[in-house]
C-alpha cells in the first residue's frame, strides 16, 4: 500500500493528492512588504514636501492679512506714510490689532513674530513690508507682490 498522500487512479496510475493552499508563504509576504516600503519610500518626501508647502502659504496668507490691516490702520489715522508703524509690533500696535481682529500665528514657527518692515518704495515710508521670523518664508510688500 502505497505512502498516505497519494491514491491510484485507475490502470495503476499513482498519483499525488493535491492540498489545497491555506495560507500565504514567506516569500509572497517578503514581496508584498517590499513593494509596500517602496511606495512608501516614493510618497513620503511628496508628503512632506506638500506639508511645508502648505505651511508657507498659509503663512503668506496670513501677512497678506496684516498688511491689509496696516493699510487700514493708516487710513483709519489719516496717516500720510507709513512711518508710525515701521518696526512696531504687530500685536502692540492697537490701531493694526483693531483691524486684524484676532492674533494670527505662524504655522511653522507657532509664533506672531511679524515685523512691518521699510518697503522699496520712494520716498521712504511710502510703502512697506511684513516679515516672519521663518526666513524661508520671505516677505510680503502691498503693491509689489499682490494687492
Given at each position: 500500500?502505497?505512502?498516505?498522500?497519494?491514491?491510484?487512479?485507475?490502470?495503476?496510475?499513482?498519483?499525488?493528492?493535491?492540498?489545497?493552499?491555506?495560507?500565504?508563504?514567506?516569500?509572497?509576504l517578503l514581496v508584498t512588504?517590499?513593494?509596500?516600503?517602496?511606495?512608501?519610500?516614493?510618497?513620503?518626501?511628496?508628503?512632506?514636501?506638500?506639508?511645508?508647502?502648505?505651511?508657507?502659504?498659509?503663512?503668506?496668507?496670513?501677512?497678506?492679512?496684516?498688511?491689509?490691516?496696516?493699510?487700514?490702520?493708516?487710513?483709519?489715522?489719516?496717516?500720510?506714510?507709513?512711518?508710525?508703524?515701521?518696526?512696531?509690533?504687530?500685536?502692540?500696535?492697537?490701531?493694526?490689532?483693531?483691524?486684524?481682529?484676532?492674533?494670527?500665528?505662524?504655522?511653522?514657527?507657532?509664533?506672531?513674530?511679524?515685523?512691518?518692515?521699510?518697503?522699496t518704495g520712494l520716498p521712504?515710508?511710502?510703502?512697506?513690508?511684513?516679515?516672519?521670523?521663518?526666513?524661508?518664508?520671505?516677505?510680503?510688500e502691498p503693491g509689489v507682490?499682490?494687492?
Open positions: 500500500m502505497p505512502s498516505p498522500g497519494f491514491f491510484y487512479r485507475g490502470y495503476g496510475v499513482l498519483l499525488r493528492q493535491v492540498r489545497s493552499k491555506r495560507a500565504f508563504t514567506l516569500i509572497e512588504v517590499m513593494i509596500l516600503a517602496i511606495l512608501m519610500a516614493v510618497a513620503m518626501p511628496l508628503y512632506i514636501g506638500a506639508i511645508k508647502d502648505s505651511t508657507r502659504k498659509t503663512c503668506r496668507a496670513n501677512m497678506q492679512t496684516i498688511a491689509t490691516a496696516v493699510v487700514a490702520a493708516k487710513v483709519k489715522l489719516k496717516a500720510s506714510d507709513y512711518s508710525s508703524f515701521m518696526n512696531a509690533d504687530v500685536y502692540n500696535e492697537p490701531d493694526i490689532m483693531d483691524n486684524l481682529g484676532s492674533g494670527i500665528i505662524c504655522p511653522e514657527e507657532s509664533t506672531n513674530d511679524y515685523s512691518i518692515q521699510n518697503g521712504a515710508n511710502s510703502t512697506f513690508k511684513i516679515g516672519c521670523t521663518e526666513t524661508a518664508h520671505g516677505t510680503f507682490d499682490g494687492i
